[in-house]
């Protein structure tokens, strides 16, 4: 017989038939009246399908009341509609299979809840929990939304490279990926002689997809990213990971107003499509994690984005009134505390600052006519402060390898980016969502290390 999702069970599909279901037991209450219940999830949708084992069954004794929560098993059952409250289906079993049983003195997440941080702990296992298993489905459907999103506007998935030996932010916060022998590291006098390297030259894992995603841009129109990035900053905060992926499209042809629209009718689709494809899920999240999300997620998905210049914000902040541990001067970057202030506070919705000082923004980065600003922005949203980073590119040669050298960096390892602006240049703009800050963003989780399969910190890097 084949095998019906719970998901489909309790739809009521396959009602008063026999159907073969397999999952999980999440727990087994056992009646005087010679019956046990057992919920059971196999992780279609968030909700358990109860099953009535009859004391009857051969099986009995030996196995069924041994069955803990964590134990595998089959049931084969008619599917009727359920006599008790609190569910609208269940199954009458006439077989139970067990594949594995599950030692309650052993098993974490049985019984009692477990904290996210001990969870952490044991990320094997945390997927068969609610929230993981919550957080898991919203975390896909966010991924398929955003294939769906950008190939029904032409845009093309590019694999970018993974391992890069340049830097695209130029904040040298990068991995190295090297086969030399660390206790016998070859020298040309005081410097490493890294054409003795797998690679012949100092190689790194990407903090960004960026510069090879324009080439494509810069050729096919529209492309995008959908990759993992990795940054060794000593970040250990909640918004935070080693490795992290993200989603960066680029447009050839646009300008930072269009990059703009584009962010912002992107994170609307997102939410849009979770709202009406993960409701139990998120029915979930606003019961047990972020009581306003599901208003907080309408809300934006209504209101108009805010747009203003960095030099706006700053004047903002200035002006507030409000006590912030980072000063709020001109020149200075926006911290998480300023940009939350504005998003929850100000505006109470999200805001894209545009223009911001020159000197605090990478170098691919279009310099503006005042020769102070560049045409960046930051997408900000409540709780989380900045989603999305990006800008219009410089595609003039000479004021990009200017940039470069100002920035102490060397102008070699970019040759084929600078190539972009000498062979039919193009005014383009894209801009990098922060996967995991968005799946926090949507689910209303505190903590970017339960967002993530398994996450990558400082000193941390298990499973
Ligand atoms: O602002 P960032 O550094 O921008 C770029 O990397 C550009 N190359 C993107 C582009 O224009 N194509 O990073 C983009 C986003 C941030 O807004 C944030 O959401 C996320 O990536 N991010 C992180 N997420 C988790 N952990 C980290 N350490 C992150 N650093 C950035
Ligand atoms: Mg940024």
Redesign the pocket.
């Known amino acids: 017989m084949k095998r019906t999702y719970i998901v489909e069970a309790l739809k009521g599909n396959g009602i008063d038939r026999e159907i073969l279901v397999k999952g999980w037991v999440r727990t087994r209450r056992d009646s005087k009246g010679g019956f046990s219940f057992i919920e059971l999830n196999d992780g279609s949708c968030f909700n358990n399908l109860q099953i009535i084992v009859d004391a009857e069954l051969d099986n009995y004794q030996n196995e069924v009341i041994k069955l803990f929560p964590g134990s595998s098993i089959a049931v084969t059952g008619i599917l009727v509609k359920s006599q008790g409250g609190g569910q609208s289906v269940e199954v009458k079993a006439n077989k139970v299979k067990v594949y594995g049983f599950c030692n309650p003195d052993e098993y974490t997440v049985g019984k009692q809840r477990v904290s996210f941080e001990r969870l952490r702990e044991i990320a094997h296992i945390r997927v068969r929990t609610n929230t993981f298993g919550a957080v898991t489905r919203v975390r896909n459907k966010l991924a398929k939304a955003t294939h769906d999103f950008f190939q029904e506007r032409g845009f093309y998935y590019i694999n970018t490279p993974i391992i890069t030996a340049s830097d695209?932010?130029g904040a040298g916060e990068m991995f190295r990926v090297t086969t030399l022998d660390h206790s016998a590291i070859p020298k040309i006098e005081d410097n490493v002689d890294y054409s003795q390297d797998f690679f012949g030259k100092e190689s790194f894992l990407t903090?960004?997809g960026?510069l090879s995603?324009e080439c494509f841009a810069c050729g096919l129109s529209n492309a995008y990213t959908f990759g993992p990035?990795f940054?060794a900053?000593n970040?250990n905060t909640s918004?935070?990971?080693?490795e992290?992926w993200?989603i960066?499209p680029?447009m050839a042809f646009a300008d930072l107003s269009d990059d703009a629209d584009l962010a912002e009718e992107y994170l609307k689709y997102l939410i849009t499509t979770v709202l009406e494809e993960c409701l139990e899920d998120m029915e979930f999240f606003n019961k047990r994690i972020d009581k306003t999300i599901l208003q907080t997620l309408t809300h934006v998905n209504e209101s108009e984005f805010v747009r203003l210049s960095y030099t706006e914000a700053i004047d903002i902040l200035s002006k507030s009134g409000q006590k912030f541990e980072y000063e709020t001067n001109w020149g200075n970057d926006l911290q998480t505390e300023h940009e939350r202030f504005l998003t929850e506070k100000e505006f109470k919705k999200p805001i894209i600052v545009t223009d911001y000082p020159r000197d605090i923004k990478?170098f691919y980065m279009k310099q503006n006519d005042d020769d102070k600003t560049v045409a960046a922005m930051?997408v900000l949203v409540p709780k989380i402060g900045?989603?999305?980073?990006?800008?219009q590119r410089e595609d003039d040669l000479h004021k990009l390898d200017s940039r470069i050298k100002e920035q102490g960096m060397d102008l070699a390892p970019y040759w084929w980016y600078r190539d972009l602006r000498k062979f039919g240049s193009v005014p383009h703009a894209?801009?990098?969502?922060?996967f995991?800050?968005l799946v926090q963003f949507v689910t209303g989780m505190d903590n970017?290390r339960d967002v993530i399969p398994f996450p990558r910190t400082p000193k941390s890097a298990e499973f």
Do not use: K, N, P
């Open positions: 695209c932010e903090v960004s960026q995603v990035t940054r900053e970040s918004r935070h990971l080693s992290f993200m960066e680029e990478a930051d900045e989603i999305i980073g990006g800008s894209g801009f990098g969502l922060g995991e800050r970017i």
